[in-house]
């Protein structure tokens, strides 16, 4: 079992950037797909992007698309997420996942949580002037 670990939030202003790391303190992240969710106060988690085990592919929701990239590390226990323009509305606990029911595909990112699931606690991003 993967055991994660998220890092690199924290306090910035609106059009700043960050850049969050998924890292595996246990086990590798090659096996499934990677997925990175956000869940703001009084909200429903929401799906932000998706790697591939093989990292071939990325996904990107809408709300996203052309700030975020999604990238694995060399050593296959890290994926990051960089952010950049920074808005309100992105300010979010943000958790990382790897599960076999996480598909991600370039026009798509499903996710159906499993017995195997492995999710991080999540690191804090706040945007405010």
């Known amino acids: 079992q993967v055991q994660l670990v998220e890092s690199g939030g924290g306090l910035v202003q609106p059009g700043g950037s960050l850049r969050l790391s998924c890292t595996a303190s246990s086990g590798t992240l090659d096996y499934y797909a990677v997925g990175w969710f956000r869940q703001a106060p009084g909200k429903a988690r929401e799906r932000v992007a998706c790697i591939s085990a093989s990292a071939a592919t990325t996904h990107y929701v809408e709300s996203v698309k052309g700030r975020f990239a999604i990238s694995s590390g060399s050593d296959k226990k890290t994926v990051f997420l960089e952010m950049s323009n920074l808005i309100p509305e992105d300010t979010a606990v943000y958790l990382c996942?790897?599960?076999?029911?996480?598909?991600?595909?370039?026009?798509?990112?499903?996710?159906?949580?499993?017995?195997?699931?492995?999710w991080g606690q999540g690191t804090q991003v706040t945007i405010s002037s």
């Open positions: 996942v790897t599960d076999p029911g996480l598909m991600c595909a370039a026009g798509n990112f499903q996710y159906s949580r499993t017995q195997f699931s492995s």
